[in-house]
C-alpha cells in the first residue's frame, strides 16, 4: 500500500479503524515478517491521531522497523537468540526522528541473524516467506522489512544494508528500497555487523514514499562518528548520463528484462576491472568486523546467558556457543582467523587494498557518468532451502557488495514480474547524489 492509498483509507474510516485492519491482517499473516508487533502502542497511537494530538510528515502512518534498530521499551533481538531478551533503553536516531514526525511504530521485522545472510535464513525466528510465493525466501537481510511492505502490513519500512541487506529484499518482493551514501544517516542504534560497510535505508512501495522516508531519517547526529552531517532534499535532476556496467550481470530473463526496461534510454556500457575482487573483498572485511563486533556478546551485562558459572571461560564458550546461530558462529571464526597475526597482511590487508580499487573504478566511471545501472540480483527468488552451502550463498551479492565497499548510494527500482515473481533493477550514484538515483526510478516509472 502506498502512502496516498494510506491517507485515504485513514480519512475515510479513521486511523483507529485502519490500524487495527491492519494488525487483523498481521495476525493471519503466513509470511513470518515480524518478530515484535507492537499491538497496543499502535492502537493507543492510532487514537491520539484521530483525536487530532499527533501532528508531523508521517502522522499516523504504520511504519515496520528492523529488528536490528534499537526500540527503546521494545525488544530488539537481530533475530539472534542472543539478543532474544534485549530490551533497549533507548531509541536509535532514525527511531527518534520517526516518532518526531509522528509515525507508527507497528512493529520490529525478522531479518538474518545479525544481517548475516541473503535470504533471512539463518533468523533465530524462521524464514520470511515471499509473498508472490511462499515457498520462496523473500531476501535477505532485510527479509521481514520488504515483506511487510509487500503484503500491506506497514506503509514504510526501514532496513540496513551492508552488503545489499535493503537492495535483495527489495528486488525480491517487488518494492523500492535505498542504500544511502555512507554517512548521510546515523547508525546511532543500529546494533553492528560491519560498520565500515553498513547504512541504515528507506523502504515503500513507491518512489514518492520513499523520498519522504529518507528525508525524515537523513541528518545530523554527533553520536555517529561517521555521520556527514548533511540532511537530505529531494532535487530533480535532468540529463542524466547513463552507463550500463557490463559486468554486473544477471540470468538471461533477468538480463532481457532490464535491456527492456531501458529502451528509449540512452546509455553506454561501461566495465568496472576491479569488481572480480569485491565478492571476495568484502567477506573478509566484513566477517573480520563482525568477529571483532560481536564479542560483546558475553553473556555478563545483558542478553542470553546460561545459569551454571564454572569457569569464566566454560561460560563464555557456552553462551557463545548456544546464543548464536551456525551462520553467525562462521563468520566469527573466518573473522578472526583473518585478522591473526600472520594472516593479516595476507587476508585483511589486500582486501583493503582490492578495497581501494574499487573505489577508483568507481571514481572513473562517475567521471564519465551520473548514473550506473545492473540488475539488482543475479537471479529470481530462491526456494527456500534452495541454497545449501554458504558460498552459493555468498555469491547471489555478487552485484551489490562493491556499492558497500565503495559507500556509495544504490537503489532497488521494481521492473515487473517473470513468472509471478519480483525482478528489480539496481541504480547506483556517485557520493550524496541520491537525488540523480531518484530522479532516474521516477523516468523509469514515467514511461
Ligand atoms: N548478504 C550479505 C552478507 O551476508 C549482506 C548482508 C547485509 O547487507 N546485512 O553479508
Request: with cysteine; aromatic share 10%.
Amino acid at each position: 500500500m502506498k502512502l496516498a492509498e494510506w491517507r485515504k483509507l485513514v480519512e475515510e474510516n479513521g486511523c483507529l479503524e485502519a490500524i487495527s485492519k491492519m494488525l487483523e491482517r498481521i495476525e493471519k499473516s503466513k509470511l513470518n515478517a515480524y518478530i515484535t508487533v507492537c499491538k497496543d502502542k499502535s492502537l493507543q497511537k492510532a487514537e491520539e491521531y484521530d483525536k487530532s494530538k499527533i501532528k508531523g510528515r508521517l502522522a499516523g502512518v504504520p511504519v515496520a522497523v528492523k529488528d536490528n534498530i534499537t526500540t527503546k521499551g521494545i525488544r530488539t533481538t537481530c533475530a539472534s537468540k542472543m539478543l532474544s531478551n534485549y530490551v533497549p533503553v533507548f531509541d536509535a536516531h532514525v527511531v527518534e526522528r520517526l516518532k518526531a514526525e509522528g509515525a507508527i511504530i507497528i512493529g520490529k521485522t525478522n531479518m538474518d541473524e545479525f544481517g548475516m545472510g541473503t535470504t533471512t535464513e539463518t533468523s533465530y525466528f524462521g524464514v520470511v516467506r515471499n509473498p508472490y510465493d511462499l515457498n520462496r525466501v523473500a531476501g535477505g537481510s532485510s527479509g521481514g522489512s520488504s515483506a511487510v511492505l509487500a503484503n500491506d502490513e506497514a506503509v514504510l519500512a526501514l532496513g540496513s544494508d551492508t552488503g545489499g541487506s535493503i537492495r535483495c529484499p527489495a528486488s525480491f518482493c517487488g518494492v523500492y528500497g535505498l542504500k544511502p551514501t555512507y554517512g548521510l544517516v546515523s547508525r546511532f542504534g543500529l546494533i553492528p555487523y560491519a560498520n565500515s560497510l553498513e547504512q541504515i535505508g528507506p523502504m515503500a512501495n513507491s518512489i514518492e514514499d520513499l523520498i519522504l522516508l529518507l528525508e525524515v531519517i537523513a541528518g545530523k547526529d554527533e553520536r555517529d562518528s561517521t555521520n556527514a552531517g548533511r540532511s537530505f532534499e529531494f532535487r530533480e535532476v535532468e540529463n542524466l548520463r547513463i552507463g550500463v556496467v557490463k559486468n554486473m550481470s544477471a540470468e538471461e530473463q533477468i538480463m532481457d528484462r532490464f535491456f527492456d526496461a531501458l529502451n528509449g534510454f540512452e546509455y553506454e556500457e561501461i566495465e568496472l576491472p576491479s569488481l572480480k575482487y569485491a565478492l571476495s573483498a568484502y567477506y573478509i572485511i566484513a566477517m573480520s568486523e563482525a568477529s571483532s563486533n560481536l564479542a560483546r556478546y558475553d553473556g555478563v551485562r545483558y542478553g542470553f546467558s546460561v545459569p551454571e558459572l564454572t569457569s569464566w571461560s566454560d561460560y563464555f564458550s557456552r553462551v557463545r556457543a548456544e546464543g548464536f546461530g551456525e551462520e553467525v558462529k562462521r563468520r566469527i571464526m573466518l573473522g578472526s582467523y583473518a585478522l591473526s597475526a600472520g594472516y593479516y597482511g595476507k587476508y585483511y590487508l589486500k582486501a583493503l587494498k582490492a578495497r581501494t580499487l574499487i573505489i577508483e573504478d568507481f571514481r572513473n566511471a562517475f567521471a564519465k557518468f551520473d548514473v550506473l545501472v545492473s540488475p539488482t540480483m543475479p537471479t529470481l527468488p530462491f526456494r527456500i532451502g534452495e541454497l545449501k552451502d554458504p558460498l552459493t550463498m555468498y555469491k547471489m551479492d555478487v552485484n551489490t557488495v562493491p556499492v558497500n565497499l565503495a559507500g556509495l548510494p544504490a537503489l532497488n527500482i521494481p521492473l515487473g514480474f517473470i513468472k509471478g515473481l519480483p525482478v528489480g533493477m539496481q541504480v547506483i550514484g556517485n557520493y550524496f547524489e541520491e537525488s540523480k538515483l531518484i530522479s532516474f526510478a521516477k523516468k523509469l516509472e514515467a514511461k
